[in-house]
C-alpha cells in the first residue's frame, strides 16, 4: 500500500497571504489528522477528520481550517499568514480513528 | 499543559551501548504510541501499546506501557548509529487517537 502523501513538500509565503495544503490518505483510511511541528512547540494538534466531518479540533485560531472529501483526501488552509506559522505540517491517516497513526512526510511552510 | 514529558531530551551515547528513554504523564491513556523521526521528514511509527505492563519487543528495541497506564519506556540495546533520531511518544485516550498528545521527544545520537 502506498503511504501517506502530502503536497506540496516545500512551500513559501509571505504575512498575509493564504495557504492550502493537501494530504492523500493510506487507501481504505478513513480518519485523517492534521499536526504542526516546530521546534519550540513541538507536534502540537490541529484538527481530525473522519467521514467528511470534523471530529476533534486543536487550540488554534480559526485562521486554521480544514476539510475532508468523499474519497478521505485532506486539505487544510491557513488565512491571512503570520511569521509564526512557519512550521512543518504533518498529516496522519489512521484506519478507524483508534490507536495508530501512520504520518506522510509534512510540508515544510516558510513565511516571510 | 504539557500531558506527557519525555526523558532524557538529548542523549548522546556510543555505539554498542544500551539506553532507555521515559514517557511520563499524570493522565491515563488507552494507548500509547512510540515513534522514530528524522530531520525534515514525517514520524514512523515503532509501536503501539494498549495494556498496562505490557512489554513488546522489536529486534533489538523493548518497549513497556507502565502497569496504570500512565507512564512508557523504550530501550534500545547495543544502539547503532542508525538508531539516530528523534524518538516521540504520543497518547490517545478513549477512541481519539485521531488527537494524539505528543511528548516533546528525546533526539538520540549514536556515534559509530
Known amino acids: 500500500k502506498a503511504g501517506v502523501t502530502q503536497t506540496p513538500r516545500y512551500l513559501i509565503k509571505t504575512r498575509g497571504q493564504q495557504v492550502t495544503l493537501s494530504c492523500s490518505p493510506i487507501?481504505?483510511?478513513?480518519?485523517v489528522s492534521w499536526y504542526q511541528q516546530t521546534p519550540g512547540q513541538g507536534l502540537q494538534f490541529l484538527f481530525e477528520?473522519?467521514?467528511?466531518?470534523?471530529?476533534n479540533k486543536g487550540n488554534f485560531p480559526g485562521r486554521f481550517s480544514g476539510r475532508q472529501f468523499s474519497n478521505s483526501r485532506s486539505e487544510m488552509n491557513v488565512s491571512t499568514l503570520e511569521l509564526g506559522d512557519s512550521a512543518l505540517y504533518l498529516c496522519?491517516?489512521?484506519?478507524?480513528?483508534?490507536?495508530?497513526?501512520?504520518f506522510g512526510p509534512g510540508t515544510r511552510l516558510t513565511v516571510l | 499543559t504539557q500531558l506527557l514529558e519525555q526523558s532524557p531530551q538529548f542523549l548522546s551515547i556510543q555505539e554498542g551501548e544500551n539506553l532507555t528513554v521515559y514517557c511520563n504523564s499524570s493522565?491515563?491513556?488507552?494507548?500509547l504510541q512510540w515513534y522514530r523521526q528524522e530531520p525534515g521528514e514525517g514520524p514512523v511509527l515503532l509501536v503501539t501499546?494498549?495494556?498496562?505492563?505490557e512489554v513488546k519487543k522489536l529486534k533489538r528495541l523493548t518497549f513497556q506501557f507502565g502497569d496504570a497506564r500512565k507512564d512508557s519506556s523504550l530501550h534500545i540495546t547495543a544502539a547503532q548509529p542508525g538508531d539516530t533520531g528523534l524518538y516521540l511518544c504520543?497518547?490517545?485516550?478513549?477512541?481519539?487517537?485521531?488527537?494524539?498528545?505528543f511528548g516533546d521527544g528525546t533526539t538520540l545520537t549514536v556515534k559509530p
Open positions: 496522519a491517516s489512521g484506519p478507524n480513528a483508534y490507536n495508530e497513526q501512520f
Open positions: 487507501s481504505g483510511h478513513r480518519s
Open positions: 477528520y473522519f467521514s467528511e466531518t470534523q471530529r
Open positions: 493522565s491515563v491513556f488507552s494507548s
Open positions: 501499546v494498549v495494556t498496562g505492563g
Open positions: 504520543a497518547g490517545a485516550r478513549g477512541t481519539n487517537a485521531g488527537k494524539s498528545t
